[in-house]
T-cell receptor, first 117, second 111 residues
Framework: GAVVSQHPSRVICKSGTSVKIECRSL??????MFWYRQFPKQSLMLMAT?????????EQGVEKDKFLINHASLTLSTLTVTSAHPEDSSFYIC?????????????FGPGTRLTVT | GQQVMQIPQYQHVQEGEDFTTYCNSS?????IQWYKQRPGGHPVFLIQ???SGEVKKQKRLTFQFGEAKKNSSLHITATQTTDVGTYFC???????????WGAGTKLIIKP
């Protein structure tokens, strides 16, 4: 149980275009999802917390107009990187919590490797 | 702000040797979690520690939570090639069940 999928797993796009990444909880409903960015050989950097039916909460320094997050249903959150630039190239990972769960345990998707050329 | 510090950044061991990674927080933690990320993969939850002085074991992995609930450690006995990866600790963030992540310790098995 508690499987999270992410699509696409890899994407290459040209500078200036937008890319949408989907995060789905496959066997549970996730009221809260998290979006992370991970640079090579570094830790996870929380970008935003996505709550179903409400606006995402962005971490300090993360541009909300550039990284658009939509959590329209209990099983799907999307991250859209708008007007992508080479510096946006990174590994983007989403995670989700089980509803009603008291622990902080997060279940992670397999990640999306974005390359902007 | 809250920080979780983790050392060392890398640890090279011969297969069969032990491995230990340490986490420290500037503030008392209500709990601490440990995750493992294989090369090219995503973090996978290993365990959550909640009680002061708690020690939990999973086969060759031993997890400890300090008495003051400010530090934690993960010890692997007799490492195997399947243990290769980066081990992260994470503590609770400010809100909404966020996690504050340590920098991770990469376990490398010497050839």
């Amino acid at each position: 149980g508690a499987v999270v999928s992410q699509h696409p797993s890899r994407v290459i796009c040209k500078s200036g275009t937008s890319v949408k990444i989907e995060c789905r909880s496959l066997d549970f409903q996730a009221t809260t999802m998290f979006w992370y960015r991970q640079f090579p050989k570094q830790s996870l950097m929380l970008m935003a917390t996505s709550n179903e039916g409400s606006k995402a909460t962005y971490e300090q320094g993360v541009e909300k107009d550039k990284f658009l997050i939509n959590h329209a249903s209990l099983t799907l959150s999307t991250l859209t990187v708008t007007s992508a630039h080479p510096e946006d190239s990174s590994f983007y990972i989403c995670s989700a919590r089980l509803p009603g769960q008291l622990s902080y345990e997060q279940y992670f998707g397999p990640g999306t490797r974005l390359t902007v050329t | 702000g809250q920080q979780v510090m983790q050392i060392p950044q890398y640890q090279h061991v011969q297969e069969g040797e032990d491995f230990t990674t340490y986490c420290n927080s500037s503030t008392t933690l209500s709990n601490i979690q440990w995750y493992k990320q294989r090369p090219g993969g995503h973090p996978v939850f290993l365990i959550q520690l909640v009680k002061s002085g708690e020690v939990k074991k999973q086969k060759r992995l031993t997890f400890q939570f300090g008495e003051a609930k400010k530090n934690s450690s993960l010890h692997i006995t007799a490492t195997q090639t399947t243990d290769v990866g980066t081990y992260f600790c994470a503590g609770p963030g400010d809100s909404n069940y966020q996690l504050i992540w340590g920098a991770g310790t990469k376990l490398i098995i010497k050839p």
